[in-house]
């Protein structure tokens, strides 16, 4: 084929990309129905030219368009990794863990049903064996919810809910493709009735091998990355290979699934690949992704729908019946799922509520499209599968994806609107008119300062402030109709600015270099948690996400086991590290959110509302330092060295700017500019590593700036370093119950707990202790305590306890003053404890 020619039609279609674009926005459809539609009518129009006898002039182009090397690898190794890799270097992962259930019901188990439930349905109504039915189930059960995931953020969706859509669309295509490997095999040998328990029993095997080579592709992808720091480009290049790498070498090598690898692959690159390079380089790299995916995707889709009327040939008047089989089969699956296992998942506490009509839109977004006709190409171009299995499979498939599209496509956002999705709520409308009267008030004063500045003819200001003193009237009587909402959603709306201007000062804090773009990743994530939490359940559900957000993790505890039981102090050193910048990052953050209150909130919501926001605001700023106090008292002077470091990276950051501004000017040539900028480069590699945190020698501090041990000698602090355990608790855990067996001591290093005995509460904080009344009464407890705060607990056992007792008089003190303090007579806590005195 002349190679002229195949150059004109490629690139004629990406002309036809670039134009569909602008009409599908213009006649409200998603663009991958109009890319579909523009697709078949192409592949058509040249079927047609090539055999009408009316000119022979368009022959050579038609030829060219129905002549194009499309195959089934071509879409499953060319276009399908770039789209799932790029998929998952957009996603924030650390968000979506926290919805896995209903991510993966929707995906893996969803596709599951959907495939059984598809298979059984043909087999009934069919003449086909089995396992090409349960084919046929696998291969339409790949979804395309991008199509209903642009139409959420259009409309102002919540985002929890659209990110459960993104997680269901790179999970549900990773399942489905590797179910159809697995049914494809079956078919291909010859195999009509598989036994189900040993085809799923194959499916975790899958998974799993392609899960490892994608894993381990990425982590050698990463750290070859990180050695070309200064090669943005080699960079970049590197990330383009990996996914096609991972594809292939689960495929050919391992026998696993490429698919998995890929998403495998993509998910490791985007958990490490923030931490380990520089973030101009991040950001450049999903730059390039998000452009190389759009005409991926693109392509996919208009060169899948120019195959269509080939997949179409010989179709018969009885598969329109066997269409409608899997249509209503499909929709019934996605039914049993979205109206009867995710509302149970609800009950459970298991996943959050999906309100009826988002999961209305859910079911009728669910568009099939390329892969799903690159999948059924795959089958039609085997030699292996007989020939009627490969027509009714062809038809089946590319019938419902132009169902989807067609139909369920162009009525998606009519759909939307009668779902009521597309307004906003009463609350979100009366603020919107508040926030028009606030900013319009605020550019009135601007714009009268800059007429000023520009000394304007008097009448032409006068004219254009009547215009504009008109329409600022309009708003404010708007605005003054608005003004029953309650004070309860007043403060939601509040706490929802204040939690989005915090994301925005952590972008543009990422942005000057100030914050690292691995502590970005994690501050961002906690700003989310904020915003959801606070939609979902105003100042209550906003308190909880911001204690969660100073709490010890999961993960915390786990590394604290791994360091006491089995002396692996790695990951408790690097959680550590990262809880001290998190929390340094945080402060800051907050610290300058006081002026946004003053400065915005109080003229929107009024004084009251600015003043609990304040007070809000205050206690997170606390608890905030007393978690980076509780650090410094366990590792004292890291925090000291996070906090050079940031003055470092400030100081760089200017520095960098200032050079800008002086090439700009024209004050430096472009040869000193780039010398500047390489020697800053230099010292930007040095402050940007992170100090080493040594984790060894730290109980001693602890146990020295306790006041209890003033009096104790050096070898009997050095034995009692070693007695002591170390407990990390998080605000609200419960550390002793009513009832329970007095068996330890706890002393406070650092936070604060809340006793509560007979109907009276006692708070402690750092340097007290708390557990030994009912040691020394020999009874059960009588107090519940619960943490108050994040805090650091040194834990001694009760006959330790008894040995310090006797050796340290200012401990006795410390025993006989908790006594007077309950109401209880020192001498008869213990007989012992008199004689010790």
Not at 248 to 273: D, F, H, K, P, Y
Request: aromatic share 6%; hydrophobic share 50%; proline share 4%.
């Amino acid at each position: 084929m002349d190679i002229v020619l195949v150059t004109t039609v490629i690139a004629s279609l990406f002309l036809v990309i670039g134009a569909s674009e602008p009409l599908a926005a213009r006649l409200g459809f998603p663009q991958s129905v109009i890319l579909a539609i523009l697709g078949i009518l192409i592949g058509a129009g040249a079927a047609f030219f090539l055999r009408t006898e009316l000119t022979d002039a368009l022959n050579p182009a038609a030829e060219a368009i129905l002549g194009l090397p499309i195959r089934s690898n071509v879409f499953l190794y060319v276009f399908l990794p770039t789209l799932l890799f790029q998929a998952t270097l957009g996603m924030n992962l650390r968000r979506m863990i926290d919805d896995w259930v209903p991510i993966l019901v929707l995906a893996v188990v969803a596709v599951v049903v959907a495939t059984l439930g598809i298979g059984y349905a043909l087999s009934w109504v069919s003449a086909l064996p089995l396992a090409a039915c349960l084919l046929v189930g696998a291969i339409v059960s790949t979804t395309d919810p991008s199509a209903v995931v642009s139409i959420f953020r259009s409309i102002s969706a919540p985002r929890r809910l659209a990110r459960i859509i993104e997680g269901e669309s790179l999970l549900n295509d990773a399942a489905a493709i590797a179910l159809f490997g697995l049914f494809m095999g079956f078919v291909m040998l010859g195999v009509p009735d598989p036994d189900l328990g040993e085809a799923l029993g194959r499916f975790p095997i899958l998974i799993a091998g392609g899960a490892l080579t994608g894993w381990l592709a990425a982590r050698l992808a990463v750290w070859v990355m990180a050695q070309f720091a200064r090669h943005e480009r080699a960079q970049i290049s590197i990330s383009v290979a990996l996914p096609y790498l991972a594809y292939i070498g689960a495929e050919q090598a391992v026998g696993a699934s490429g698919v998995i690898a890929v998403v495998a692959a993509g998910l490791t690159l985007n958990l490490t690949g923030p931490g380990r390079l520089p973030p101009q380089a991040w950001a450049n790299l999903r730059e390039v992704w998000d452009l190389l995916a759009y005409w991926a995707s693109a392509l996919i889709f208009i060169l899948a729908a120019l195959l269509i009327p080939r997949l179409l040939e010989g179709v018969r008047p009885g598969d329109f019946a066997l269409i409608l089989v899997v249509i209503v089969a499909a929709l019934a699956a996605r039914l049993v799922i979205l109206f009867g296992l995710l509302p149970l998942l609800t009950l459970l506490r298991l996943s959050p509520p999906v309100e009826r009509p988002y999961r209305v839109a859910i079911l009728w977004g669910g568009l099939r499209g390329a892969v799903t006709l690159a999948l059924a190409l795959a089958v039609t171009e085997s030699l292996r599968v007989p020939v009627e299995v490969k027509r009714v499979v062809g038809i089946l498939a590319t019938g419902f994806t132009l169902y989807t599209l067609m139909v369920q496509g162009t009525t998606l956002r009519w759909v939307i609107r009668r779902l009521g999705l597309d307004k906003l709520t009463p609350i979100d409308e009366a603020l919107s008119r508040q926030v028009v009267a606030v900013a319009l008030q605020t550019v009135r004063e601007d714009v009268a300062r800059t007429t000023e500045n520009y000394d304007l003819p008097r009448e032409v200001v006068r004219s254009e402030a009547k215009r504009f003193g008109e329409r600022l009237d309009e708003a404010v009587s708007a605005a003054e109709e608005s003004a029953d909402i309650l004070d309860r959603d007043r403060i939601t709306l509040g706490l929802i600015a204040l939690a989005g201007r915090e994301r925005d000062m952590i972008l543009a804090r990422v942005r000057d270099r100030t914050i690292s773009s691995r502590m970005a990743e994690q501050v961002l994530s906690d700003a989310d948690r904020l915003i959801e939490a606070t939609r979902t359940g105003g100042r209550l559900d906003y308190q909880r996400a911001a204690r969660r957000s100073v709490a010890y993790g999961p993960g915390f505890r786990a590394a604290v086991l791994l360091h006491s039981r089995v002396g692996l102090s790695g990951p408790l050193a690097r959680l550590t590290a990262d809880r001290f910048e998190r929390l340094l990052a945080q402060r800051l953050i907050l610290r300058d959110l006081d002026g946004f209150i003053d400065g915005r909130i109080r003229r929107i919501h009024g004084r009251r509302v600015a003043e609990l926001l304040q007070e809000l605001l205050s206690r997170r700023v606390e608890a905030v330092e007393t978690a980076l106090e509780g650090l410094r008292l366990q590792y004292p002077g890291y925090a000291e060295k996070l906090e050079r470091r940031f003055i470092r990276r400030s100081a760089l950051r200017l520095e960098e700017r200032e050079y800008a501004a002086m090439r700009e000017d024209g004050l430096i040539g472009a040869e000193v500019y780039t010398t500047l900028m390489a020697d800053l480069a230099a010292r930007r590699a040095v402050a940007e590593a992170r100090p080493k945190l040594d984790i060894t020698l730290r109980r001693e501090e602890l146990v020295r700036q306790f006041a209890l041990f003033s009096d104790l000698d050096e070898a009997t602090l050095e034995r009692l370093c070693r007695a002591f355990r170390t407990r990390y608790v998080n605000a609200g855990d419960v550390l002793l119950q009513k009832d329970s067996p007095a068996k330890s001591v706890f002393f406070i290093a650092s936070g604060a707990v809340e006793l509560e005995v007979a109907g009276q509460e006692w708070r402690l904080g750092r340097g007290e202790m708390f557990g030994q009344m009912a040691i020394l009464l020999k009874k059960s407890r009588r107090a519940e305590v619960r943490a108050i705060a994040p805090s650091t607990l040194l834990v001694l056992d009760e006959t330790r306890f008894r040995r310090l007792l006797a050796r340290s008089a200012a401990l006795r003190d410390a025993v006989r003053a908790s006594a007077q303090k309950r109401g209880m007579d020192p001498a008869e806590v213990l007989p012992d404890l008199a004689a010790a005195a």
